[in-house]
T-cell receptor, first 114, second 113 residues
Framework: EAGVVQSPRYKIIEKKQPVAFWCNPISGHNTLYWYLQNLGQGPELLIRYENEEAVDDSQLPKDRFSAERLKGVDSTLKIQPAELGDSAVYLC????????????FGNGTRLTVT | KNQVEQSPQSLIILEGKNCTLQCNYTVSPFSNLRWYKQDTGRGPVSLTIMTFSENTKSNGRYTATLDADTKQSSLHITASQLSDSASYICVVSARRQGNKLTFGTGTQLKVEL
């Protein structure tokens, strides 16, 4: 099966500019996650979707971050405006809805804000 | 507050040797514990998932153990290979919180010749 696909792989932008990340999950996976990972740290959840519904966005900085999952498949994560502290790797993951299902991660988008 | 602590932070071993990574957690109520392997520049890949009733699970040369009473887990790697060089992340899921996952910061393993 094809894995979770993320694009772009790398992105360099100046602060205050907008940026968007795209994720295509594994076919049939109802649950989709966006995580932020800083160097040497574990991933931190930004938002979790069950189908097209955002069921946990408590850690999403809503003043500058937004996300959508149209038709319950692909998802985009947007930052506007970006700040220097947003430099990190943004990981997308998907899973079946079962509580014991493993997460399948994409290879992430490395964002550098200058 | 749910927490997952891993030790050691980093480890260097010679190829062919065995090693054991540790994970302590305070996540409650417990649902399951997962180990992931993350190669540099890649996303994490699932190695094992263990529920409360499981105290050991293997995936090739990787063997995870779980002691739900002491809230400890270990990941044992047998006959290490250069390709085992990666970060190993312990993740614990909490029941009744939407199975929210708490990630550890990982153990960085380097296998040398």
């Amino acid at each position: 099966e094809a894995g979770v696909v993320q694009s772009p792989r790398y992105k360099i932008i100046e602060k205050k500019q907008p940026v968007a990340f795209w994720c295509n999950p594994i076919s049939g996976h109802n649950t989709l996650y966006w995580y932020l990972q800083n160097l040497g740290q574990g991933p931190e959840l930004l938002i979790r979707y069950e189908n097209e519904e955002a069921v946990d966005d408590s850690q999403l900085p809503k003043d500058r971050f937004s996300a959508e999952r149209l038709k319950g498949v692909d998802s985009t994560l947007k930052i506007q405006p970006a700040e220097l502290g947003d430099s990190a790797v943004y990981l997308c993951a998907s899973s079946l809805s079962s509580y014991n299902s493993p997460l399948h991660f994409g290879n992430g988008t490395r964002l550098t804000v200058t | 507050k749910n927490q997952v602590e891993q030790s050691p932070q980093s480890l260097i071993i010679l190829e062919g040797k065995n090693c054991t990574l540790q994970c302590n957690y305070t996540v409650s109520p417990f649902s399951n514990l997962r180990w992931y392997k993350q190669d540099t520049g890649r996303g994490p890949v699932s190695l094992t998932i263990m529920t409360f009733s499981e105290n050991t699970k293997s995936n090739g040369r990787y063997t995870a153990t779980l002691d739900a009473d002491t809230k400890q887990s270990s990941l044992h790697i047998t006959a290490s290979q250069l390709s085992d060089s990666a970060s190993y992340i312990c993740v614990v899921s909490a029941r009744r919180q939407g199975n929210k996952l708490t990630f550890g910061t990982g153990t960085q393993l380097k296998v040398e010749l």
